[in-house]
Nanobody, 119 residues
Framework: QVQLVESGGGLVQPGGSLRLSCAAS????????MSWYRQAPGKERELVAT????????NSADSVKGRFTISRDNGKNTVALQMNSLRPEDTAMYYC????????????WGQGTQVTVSS
């Protein structure tokens, strides 16, 4: 049974930092590209960043470039999202996603962790 468990969300003031983590189990982690998505109330889910199984990073949201960094640890089966210079518009539920590197129709989601940026 595949599980993705996110942690690290919370309430932070504008300009602050948070580090999200996603722990994966039940899959061969090195066979999966890992991504972070987010969904704000009333908005569609958007891709924040992806790191492939070969550590190639793709940041899909222009709004996070230079502020957010994705990383992975294949030895610990974890993926992290370091978020700096947080803005109120970063407030959202953040989700971890795993997608198989070849059979890309195989994908899994975590339950999400809430990030709220507010003074």
């Amino acid at each position: 049974q595949v599980q993705l468990v996110e942690s690290g969300g919370g309430l932070v003031q504008p300009g602050g930092s948070l580090r999200l983590s996603c722990a994966a189990s039940g899959l061969i982690f090195s066979n999966y590209a890992m991504s972070w998505y987010r969904q704000a109330p009333g908005k569609e889910r958007e891709l924040v960043a992806t790191i492939t199984e070969t550590d190639v990073i793709t940041n899909s949201a222009d709004s996070v470039k230079g502020r957010f960094t994705i990383s992975r640890d294949n030895g610990k089966n974890t993926v992290a999202l370091q978020m700096n210079s947080l803005r109120p518009e970063d407030t959202a539920m953040y989700y971890c996603n795993a997608r198989h590197r070849v059979r890309r129709y195989i994908a899994y989601w975590g339950q999400g962790t809430q990030v709220t940026v507010s003074s």
